[in-house]
């Protein structure tokens, strides 16, 4: 299954708007009679940006290994720093440092840089930057500065669109958070009151950069796209894809 969703990122290198799975459908297809979402020509199951990356790549540096590879090998580097720098944040540098070198030698990680695990460029796309919108939140909540709120919505903007509702982990930390301060059961000198209108920029920033292909993909692939949102939706309470609770 792997195989056939890296022919996506090669396939966007022809049209960069249009995420297909199978570039030449040779029978018409209908969403009637999809038993999954990799029937489908259009391919919506998860946002763009990890395809993006790798066309992207591809068109770099030709359509192979290393290019497929190499986004995932950069972000997965990238995110160890961005452990570092929490661990440090949150603690000191001898706190980051170690936690950076759990980070690094994680054989979970490190399955997913070589290409082992299912949608392994997604998850590493989606961990890079669900990390660097808790970093810059961590920056808002300590120094109390809105352009880091703003900044770590950018971020959470494009986690969405690595993973969809994923991408919004750092949006749940800034509402409990709040939640938290509001109750007094967070204070600390060292640590900035968050304010809803605080919130608010940091949710809405996201929406501003999450918006504009959330509503391209529904306007110009509305059947698939309501398709694709019922089934994130249905891993809640229903047997998909291999995946229960049983």
């Given amino acids: 299954m792997n195989c056939a969703m890296q022919s996506s990122p090669r396939n966007l ?38 395809l993006w990356q790798i066309a992207i790549s591809y068109l770099i540096f030709g359509i192979n290994t290393f290019a497929l590879r190499l986004p995932s090998l950069v972000l997965s580097v990238l995110s160890v720093w961005l452990t570092y720098l929490i661990g440090k944040e949150l603690y000191n540098k001898h706190v980051g440092l170690l936690a950076a070198f759990l980070h690094g030698i994680n054989p979970f990680v490190l399955q997913l840089i070589h290409g082992y695990m299912f949608s392994d460029y997604v998850d590493t796309a989606l961990l890079f930057w669900v990390e660097l919108a808790c970093y810059l939140l961590l920056k808002a909540i300590n120094q109390g500065e809105t352009h880091y709120y703003i900044l770590s919505g950018v971020a959470q903007g494009m986690a969405y669109l690595s993973k969809s509702f994923l991408g919004l982990t750092a949006f749940g930390l800034v509402i409990s958070i709040y939640i938290l301060q509001r109750l007094r ?37 509305k059947e698939e796209f309501l398709y694709e949102i019922l089934m994130v939706f249905a891993h809640l309470n229903t047997h998909v894809e291999g995946w229960s609770s049983g």
């Fill in 185 to 221: 059961f967070f204070r600390s000198s060292k640590v900035q009151d968050v304010k809803f209108s605080h919130i608010a920029c940091q949710f809405g920033v996201s929406l501003l950069v999450a918006i504009p292909w959330t509503a391209y993909s529904f306007f110009r692939y």
């Fill in 13 to 50: 290198t022809k049209h960069l708007w249009k995420p297909t799975l199978y570039e030449q459908p040779y029978q018409p297809y209908h969403i009637s009679g999809w038993d999954s979402w990799y029937e489908s020509h259009v391919w919506l199951h998860k946002p763009p940006y990890a």
